[in-house]
């Protein structure tokens, strides 16, 4: 009732940010407080109990011991010094789900020597340390399980994790990490970022200076210092501790930056203490505006140039020449409070790069997305497969080259193999990449800290590639240096080795240079063939190890060995010359004015765009007829118009005679004068061009103030041919011209398009509503950039079709980015209307997926009738299923290398019944992703094939005339169309069918829900029979097409 | 898995009957499935092997495979057993029929025989599957496709109730020859459909025709009209020859409205109208209130603050 109130008061973000806060912040109840304290002081007990001077040799952990290549590591064991709890706990900033409580173990100054900051040997005394506290831990009851981890995946420095046997419902999946201090226990002086403490780190013989490994240590012997200063900073007011904890959740939805070489929770809170302590930050600041000046001082700050240092708290503060020795030895510096260690040692350029670009991106979202970005800023995940655009995986298990060179010296082996992954990339992608990103992740779930460091390679490499732009994604050569240039091209020859090639170019220039060869239907793979050649030349890889993610959906928009996109530009030319004939046709009454493509194989969004077909053609020899000549061919509308004329019939059934009647003059015209062949029934008239069918269609302007007049009323509205026309040919120049701006577009629409037609949604989803969901996708990335390959913009696509909140709000796809207050206020208000409507019964809402577009603000083209509310839950959970298996499949191994196709293989069991169809009757069995079969439930009918019909011309069929041949030839002959409109005349309130219409051999059937009360007192078996009866009756409808006919589950009935 | 079994040997005898009958279908049938299988073209290959991950649950998959590889092995030694099996199949049937407190033996060799039946159907399944099965597998084709048929027939004879639809080509009532024989019947050439057009404008004409005289028959008998103000322009054609007089377009006289508007007096000339948008704007602030807290109450409903 409070929150009520102060809904009316405060702004709705403000309320939003606060929901949100609730909802992750993890309070400390009494039970929790509990659960902490009596955990905490159990790991003290079992320590205690550990006796003191307790000898400790490399034994207990020899493997890692070697391979960090310590020596003398001995010591006797002592009790630790102090017991701390730092961290986000300490803090009271815990946010979920990760729930966990850092315990600082002040390591004892007896254990170690002065001069163990030497070679590893504290790394080494560390983990032995811990690895004595772990076997005690172990002993206990109290605890569940003590794993390993690493701090911040530097594998050198290890901490226990260690589960409470207590588990408490209110924090699942508790753990207490124990984290090892160091504080005093060395010179500082000898930790100085100049002095090389790894002996073994030297270029020939001369010791090169070991920052990473300085910081490393220095980092152990300030943290708890540090950790106090934040505590202290933080507590100072509220609103910080929320900040961070929006900034923790901030963080963490983006996988590219939450990494060992960017930001950590840790660094958050030290960023956030240093703007306090430079008074950027004051008290009366709201969380929100706190979270937006961090965000801008990471984006835009010039602090970060020079380094963040804190005020000097009286002393003289970092002199001069130490900021230039920091800035000389990383890429970013956050000296901590103390101004000894750069707390920022880990983080790499490319890592801070990406962090300034999450930034100020994150900036823009909240100036321009709705509802203050909250969405986009808190709720939307942006790990590598979404954002990158490419996506590469590296498997390096048991690859030794990684550390040939030993595991860890200044810095460890897998940084450095990063780097080098890094700028080999780097230097192969030249300006087609704006950004690569490559990360390791080294902490395996069980390690075995005992056995070494090699294991830390199971996890594969992840590579994340943005793409600048398309042209120069596309483009086929690459200028290296100029012939004259030896330097240069010596080394531009030795990167590229026999694929460098001198070219003379057109202006002259002889240059060294690289060309990749591509169709154009494959340009997207010239990307993955540079990756390729670069990895497998330089570093000493096999190719099944280099997973490329970017065609590994290709294979669905395969038709036999070819991506059918290919005839495009024959098809345009077709288009071309078949548009100037109509415009020349003189010999009827009215003059054609314009024409129109309308099929989606016009702008590159269809799945299937046709193939030409050896009998459309305007003359043809039979004899040239190949052996598996297509018996259907699929027609491509076109849209035309006539001038005006005050003569046309009123009556909507006259017009439409007046048109075919046109039609036919027009074919016939054709016909003589060009010798292209008409086809035509009382509907339509097709005409057959260079091996294509086109439907013409005619718009009669008229006919669109018609319909206005006679469906005044709003209960009904369905829209007349004219209207229909109108519509579509606005919807095909729109997406045209999408099409335009963004190539990429097309791929991605036909992905999405297979998809939705592989899980049995033809009928729920038309294409034009699949477009407007992509089209919605490049028009606001946002908190993304509009999506550069198919796959990236494929799970976006699922994303968005799982994650929006479509029972309340309307998608507006605005194409040319002009729609103004009012558009959005009329847009709205239908939206409102529609919903209202619905009110009382949430099951009828109409229409369920509301896309509002330029020509349709009331979302009455494509999605009034379908997807309906039940449809649409179907397919929001199979979008959810299919975007998190995508996710796991861009991210990880799988062992069985055929989980690419699950994407597309719809589980038949989800349905009551299932039709499946003889393979061989369907008009392109080609299209057919997978056959299907069923093997559970009862067989209730098989059917026997047709010889009416077959997929392919047999060669008795081929003989004979040229006209008769050609008569053979099936335009627009669909038998899953017929088979689905026979069943649903007889059925349509008993079954609903589910269906492929592109090209599938499974039909699925559902029951309709029927509450009368008659049918419920019959009895269940009867009910059986009766659907068997019904399922019996249905394969006869579909003789001669389907082949069985399973009968998986009886109607539910609805109380 | 069992009671399946059960059912599918009980329909032995169905099955000869039909194989007679209708030899010349299903015979048909078996040798596309066949053709599926043997062909060695890429594109078939892909298809099956594509077969494998049956469906979007994970460990299911998973399951399957860790069964087939183990029932694989006990295949082998089952294979003899099998032969026999197949030598004289109508004795097991019987003994199906008779027995059916499942001999487990029995069940035993059934579920082997449906085991070959999921290999030929997976050929390409990696799991457990070593170069060399598959090389054998190759070589036992011969003797698999003959499983493969006993199999597919115990199948379709699955239970006594399958119900047999022949493939209706025999007579257009339903199914593939109906859709077959409708599209030809919808094309039957220009010149007919150009003469059924013109028969029915000409009847249509007619009727338009015979609607105007009774109109003015009843006119003239002395009964009367009314009559309606006609708004707006002139016809625009020609009543005669249909050719357009003035014809305008719609984006012209879209053009000449949006003209006429501005003609109008401001919006904000009079005091009242500024004072009326002004509240109006105040009342579209409050809406646009409301609307937030409704959408946050939704969303609060949805559980959408959830960022994981």
Known sequence: MDADTTVTLTDPMDFKVEELLKEVHFARTPAITKLVDDTVSAIRKSISKIPDAFPVTADLAPGFVRDIGADKVEFKFNKPKTFKIGGSYSINCVVKPAVNVDLFVGLPKECFHEKDYLNHRYHAKRCLYLCVIKKHLKSSPSFDKVEWSAMQNEARKPVLVVYPAVKSVEAPGFFVRIIPTAASLFNIAKLNLKRNNVRAFNQDGIPRATPKYNSSILEDMFLEDNAEYVEKTISRWKELGEALILLKVWARQRSSIYVHDCLNGYLISILLSYLVSLDKINNSMKALQILRVVLDFIATSKLWNRGLYFPPKGQIGVSKEEKLQYKEAFPVVICDPSAQVNLAFRMTSVGFCELQDEAASTLQCMDKCGDGGFEETFLTKIDFPAKYDYCVRLNLRGHTEVHALGFCLDDECWRLYEQKVHSLLNQGLVDRAKSIRVTWRNSPSEWNIENGLAVLDREPLLVGISVSSLEKLFRIVDIGPNAEKKEEALRFRKFWGEKAELRRFKDGTIAESTVWESEQWTRHLILKGIIEYVLLRHLSLSKENVVQIVDQLDFSLLHGAKDLVSFSASLLEAFEVLSKRLHLIEDIPLKISSVQPLDSAFRFTSVFPPEPHPLANERHTVSRLHKLTPSCIQPLEVMIQLEGSGNWPMDHVAIEKTKSAFLIKIGESLQNRWGMTCSATEDDADIFMSGYAFRLKILHERGLSLVKSENGNKAKRVYSTDKMLFIRGQHASMINGLQGRYPVFGPVVRVAKRWAASHLFSACLVEEAVELLVAYLFLKPLPFNVPCSRVTGFLRFLRLLAEYDWTFSALVIDINNDFGPEDFKLINDNFVSSRKASEENVQNVNPALFLATAYDKASEAWTTCSPNFTELKRLVAYARSSANLLTKLIL????????????????????????????????????????????????VARVNASKAF??????????????????????????????????????SNKLKLWYDSLGGDAIGLTWERVGSKKREREEAPEEETDSIGVLKAVGELGKGFVRDIYFLKAPRLMS | MGSAEKKQRKKKPNLKKRKNSQLSETDENLITVKEDNEQNKPSGKKKIKREKGNSFDVRDVQDNSNKAAKEKKRNKSKKKLRREEKSNATPIDEVGEHGDDADNSNENLVAGASQVKKEIENPGRPVGKSKKARKKKKKDRGSLMKDEELEENTRDADEDDVYMISSGDEHCSKGMKKWVTEYHQSRPGLKVLQQRIDEFITAHEAKLEQERKEREARAAE??????????????????????????VAQAAVEDKMAKKKKKDVGLDFYRFQRREAKRNEIMLLQSKFEQDRKRIQQLRAARKFKPY
């Not at chain 1, 004979?960 to 038998?975: I, L, R």
């Open chain 1, 892 to 939: 990880e191994d799988q062992t069985d290398s055929c989980r690419w196709e699950c994407l597309f293989r719809t589980p038949l069991n989800n349905y009551d019944a299932v039709v499946l169809l003889h393979r061989q009757r369907l008009p392109y069995p080609r299209r057919l992703l997978f056959p299907s079969e069923v093997n559970r439930g009862r067989h």
């Open chain 1, 950 to 987: 077959g997929p392919f011309l047999v060669p008795e069929e081929m003989k004979g005339s040229s006209e008769e041949v050609k008569n053979k030839m099936m335009v627009d002959f669909d038998p899953l169309r017929c088979f689905v409109g026979d069943v649903e005349k007889e059925y």
């Open chain 2, 222 to 247: 002395g009964g009367w009209t009314v009559v309606v103000h006609h708004k707006g322009r002139k016809k625009t054609t020609d009543a005669e020859s249909g050719i357009a007089v003035g014809s």
